[in-house]
């Protein structure tokens, strides 16, 4: 045997072994110290979870104090009671009383113990009002026992919700004179020359909020589609009616399928029958007193109130600057083309005549003071985008693009005001230009909006400048149409500030729709005018009752349709200065500051007339809407024999329609999206954004 190698084998087997022990050593070694750091880690990993979850709780207890404390908040001014969810108003008053200032940052939570070695150390949240929306940057930030830190950042919107009042061709809270001999349907089935696509059109929908009036034997009216009422509906003697397509020139329908809601066509006449049924059914063609809460509006939402389109955060009824500039800062369109005639603020246009020519080439997204635009076919008024005007706009003529228009002021349309639109075939594209541009047009007001010779007296000349309506006279003078209609909104307002009312036999009753903290706005002719309204009841030496009356019972006013003359014994004329007027708005139909006169407003008119054919009617296209009043009248002694053709729609709180000869109503649904309108009176909490830092 060789002993050498024997010798040299054991000395390697001896290093194999130690090589491998040490092997072994190390593994171990490393095996307990991943072992010691992974029981580390998870223990890391577990605090920072905890400071992770305290951090959210800091959240969830800034939610609780910002929206659900608010919710059992009640306020007295503005009115708010526990529970309900209020308007902007009252949820800004709310953070004011928390401390919570527009701009500024504050703390609503520290070293909160949340047990379990867990504390919200802080949670700040920071305030800033802007365009019809409160935003809310909350900040909180979370910590466990071993100190271990966590911070979220959560950014809330507190807005009005959607206004989806444009939904509908005709929608305002009182709705009188509109609904006689009057076509309304959809302006892409009237305009449409494809055979394939009849019966693809959907319904239009037509709602009155507070009331509806109807010559319900003479209304000859026909609606392609549905309407909507909440309040009462009355004949001209204030009689509660509910059969408003009665034999014989009601107000009617045409049929629509009750399984989608889409215009049969060929067009047949049929009676509106009042949808019924617990839950109501969808697509019918009447509701009556439709419902105000929205899980039970089952064939979609009408809304309970028209809200203004610029914000009203201190909730007075009037443009503000600060609430103009809100608007104005977020326009981001411009005009160009046509005649842009602008005067700024003390100026005046001294003219019964339209510029032939404009002072200003283009406009960006804002003018500050009042604005004449005006278009032709070769010139037409180029639009696009937003354009906020700090005044009144007088506007008529062909308009190009789309765009919308915000007028801090009154809005005048002083002749047709129609898409530059194109033809194929003999047939009109329309909204569609020629060379293909979409024409679409939104205007909405601050104040009001008059179409047509507003002024005019009742048998008053209407081609007499100086015949105008002086808006303050006292001997049975007669007025307008416009002042004829103003009696009887200011009704509806005055009647919600009264406590006890007249009834027939001359004496007082319990109003039951009595609000002590509802703020009225009426209107006038001009500012400075006293306010009228038409709640007297007198007989006359042949016993016949002129006035009218309310009627507790209906909860509405009964006796003549409207008044028609400056009659104290059937109006009450409420002076400035009256303590009644102490908490109002008022809403004058004359121009800001008096820049353009009535007389020469009436010239306008007067001229477009003159030039018109004999049987043209009144035409305009676009949407218009404001939170006061729409007055639209054509008179049939004029060159539009009475007519008027709309393709768009009319939303407004009041809404006053005198067409002798007819209007076509066609909805324009194409702009039910175009003016983005929030509704403060009925606010909600968005969450747009959440991180962990």
């Known amino acids: 045997m060789n002993t050498k190698i024997l010798t040299n084998e054991k000395g390697s087997a001896i290093l194999i072994a130690m090589m491998i022990l040490l092997m072994i050593t190390v593994v171990s070694f490393s095996m307990f110290s991943i072992s010691s750091d992974d029981v580390a ?27 659900s404390d608010y919710i059992n908040w009640a306020s007295t001014n503005p009115q708010k009671i526990a529970g309900e969810t209020g308007n902007r108003a009252t949820y800004q008053k709310y953070l004011d009383n928390l401390g919570l200032t527009d701009r500024a940052t504050s703390s609503i939570y520290n070293s909160f113990d949340l047990g379990n070695g867990q504390s919200v150390d802080n949670v700040s949240v920071t305030r800033t009002d802007v365009t019809g929306t409160t935003l809310l940057s909350v900040v909180s930030k979370g910590s466990s026992l071993d100190g271990s830190k966590n911070t979220i950042s959560a950014q809330l919107r507190v807005e009005g919700e959607g206004f989806k009042g444009f939904e509908f061709a005709i929608l305002a809270n009182n709705v009188n004179c509109i609904m006689c001999h009057a076509r309304i349907d959809n302006v892409d089935r009237v305009y449409n020359t494809d055979a394939t696509k009849e019966g693809t059109f ?103 109130t028209s809200p203004p389109p610029f914000p009203d955060g201190n909730g007075n009824k009037i443009v503000d600057d600060a609430e103009f500039d809100e608007i104005a800062n977020g326009a981001n369109g411009g005009v160009s083309g046509g005649i842009i005639y602008g005067l700024t603020t003390g100026q005046t246009y001294n003219s019964g005549a339209l510029p032939g020519s404009g002072n200003i080439t283009s406009l960006g997204s804002t003018y500050n003071g009042n604005l004449i635009l005006i278009g032709t076919d070769a010139n037409p008024i180029d639009l696009s985008g937003d354009l906020a005007v700090n005044g ?49 047009l939104s205007i909405a007001a601050g104040r009001n909006v008059m179409v047509g010779d507003y002024l005019t007296p009742k048998k008053g000349d209407i081609n007499n400048p100086t015949d105008v309506d002086p808006g303050n006279q006292t001997n049975g003078e007669t007025f307008s149409f416009a002042q004829s209609e103003m009696t009887l909104f200011n009704r509806r307002e005055w009647t919600k500030t009264q406590q006890f009312l007249p009834d027939v036999n001359g004496g007082m009753v319990p109003n039951s729709t009595y609000d002590p903290n ?69 809403a004058p ?14 010239t306008i008119w007067g ?3 003159a030039a018109r054919s004999s049987g043209d009617p009144f ?30 729609s009319l939303v407004a709180s009041d809404v006053g329609v005198l067409v002798g000869g007819g209007l076509n109503l066609h909805y324009d649904q194409r702009l039910k999206t175009f003016l983005n309108i929030k509704d403060d009176s009925k606010v909600l909490l968005v969450q747009t954004s959440w991180y962990a830092e």
């Open 392 to 440: 009144d706009v007088i506007i008529q003529g062909k308009v190009k693009g789309t765009g919308q228009i915000y007028a801090r002021g009154n809005v005048y349309i002083t002749g047709d005001l129609t898409y530059a639109d194109g033809t194929n075939g003999g047939n009109r594209t329309f909204g569609t230009a020629d060379d293909g541009t979409q024409n679409a």
């Open 202 to 304: 959907d319904r239009v929908k037509v709602a009155s909020l507070e009331s509806m009036l109807i010559r319900d034997t003479k209304a000859n009216s026909f609606v392609a589609g549905t309407v909507y009422t909440r309040g009462i509906v009355t004949d001209k003697a204030g009689n509660l009616i509910t059969n408003l397509s009665p034999t014989g020139a009601g107000l009617e329908g045409y049929a629509i399928n009750s399984s989608d809601g889409k215009i049969q066509e060929p067009l047949n006449t049929v009676n509106l029958t009042e949808a019924t049924g617990t839950p109501l059914p969808k697509n019918g063609n009447l509701y009556l007193n439709y419902p105000t809460d929205e899980a039970d509006m089952t064939d979609g939402v009408l809304p309970t």
């Open 41 to 67: 880690i998870s223990s890391n990993s577990k605090n920072m979870t905890k400071a992770f979850y305290s951090a959210e709780a800091g959240l969830a207890l800034a939610k609780s104090t910002l929206w």
């Open 518 to 586: 509802y703020q009225p706005r009426y209107y006038t002719m001009n500012a400075g005018d006293p306010v009228y309204v038409f709640n007297k009841n007198y007989v006359d030496n042949k016993g016949k009752s002129k006035g009218t009356y309310w009627d507790p019972a209906s909860k509405s006013w009964q006796g003549k349709e409207h008044a028609s003359s400056y009659d104290l014994n059937v109006l009450t004329k409420i002076d400035v200065g009256d303590p009644q007027l102490t908490t109002a708005t008022i």
């Open 607 to 609: 001229s477009n007339n």
């Open 619 to 648: 035409k305009i296209d676009g949407q218009i809407y404001t939170s006061n009043s729409i007055f639209a009248l054509t008179r049939k002694a004029s060159n539009t024999a009475g007519k008027m053709t709309i393709n768009g």
């Open 589 to 602: 139909l004359s121009s800001t500051s008096n820049w353009i006169s009535p007389q020469n407003l009436k």
